[in-house]
T-cell receptor, first 116, second 113 residues
């Protein structure tokens, strides 16, 4: 199946710093990628939809200035957590779909962010 | 919100027995459903999907059943193995959410030796 690579897998940073997470589709082109956030023992919450060549669309309650998303190419989307605080500590997961419309959604391996 | 964050229920099953994991969805307009498996510290892994025009779909050792009348989805795993230990999530695509996939509550499957 299609492969989605996400880096880094784990990051620890000081409060106030910014952290960038990369999501790459390795063997297919992804016009759209999705970013999710997951707290311990909870489900995945959709944060935003990353659209290649245009602005991301954010879910209600997600601060777009806090979570900057860039989708510069058909194989790369980045999520930058700006001025991170301890409450931003979470497991961030990206996903991508091969092709258009509905179909299998392939997920990255996730990034565990810990803000001290 | 659409994603309800609650502590995960646990299903304990004897190795070799069949597992049935249930999921109730709330969006009657959803037309596509998926089951994902998530191991600790990893991203979700696709297991099987089903569209709303079907009631049942079978894969290798897994079967998904869809009951649109009561808005219920189930995942059956035959001959459960230790490697099946994980958290299982049902997910849906509400028709008004374009191609977005919204996750439901998860269930932790624990395999007893």
């Amino acid at each position: 199946g299609a492969v989605v690579s996400q880096h880094p897998s784990r990051v620890i940073c000081k409060s106030g710093t910014s952290v960038k997470i990369e999501c790459r589709s390795l063997d297919f082109q992804a016009t759209t990628m999705f970013w999710y956030r997951q707290f311990p023992k909870q489900s995945l919450m959709l944060m935003a939809t990353s659209n290649e060549g245009s602005k991301a669309t954010y879910e209600q309650g997600v601060e777009k200035d806090k979570f900057l998303i860039n989708h510069a190419s058909l194989t790369l989307s980045t999520l930058t957590v700006t001025s991170a605080h301890p409450e931003d500590s979470s497991f961030y997961i990206c996903s991508a779909r091969e092709g258009q419309g509905l179909g299998k959604l392939f997920f990255g391996s996730g990034t565990q962010l810990s803000v001290l | 919100g659409e994603n309800v964050g609650l502590h995960l229920p646990t299903l304990s099953v004897q190795e070799g027995d069949n597992s049935i994991i249930n999921c109730a969805y709330s969006n009657s307009a959803s037309d596509y459903f998926i089951w994902y498996k998530q191991e600790s510290g990893k991203g979700p892994q696709f297991i099987i999907d089903i569209r709303s025009n079907m009631d049942k779909r079978q894969g290798q050792r897994v079967t998904v059943l869809l009951n649109k009348t009561v808005k219920h989805l189930s995942l059956q795993i035959a001959a459960t193995q230790p490697g099946d230990s994980a958290v299982y999530f049902c997910a849906e695509n509400p028709r008004w959410r374009d191609d977005k996939i919204i996750f439901g509550k998860g269930t932790r499957l624990h395999i007893l030796p």
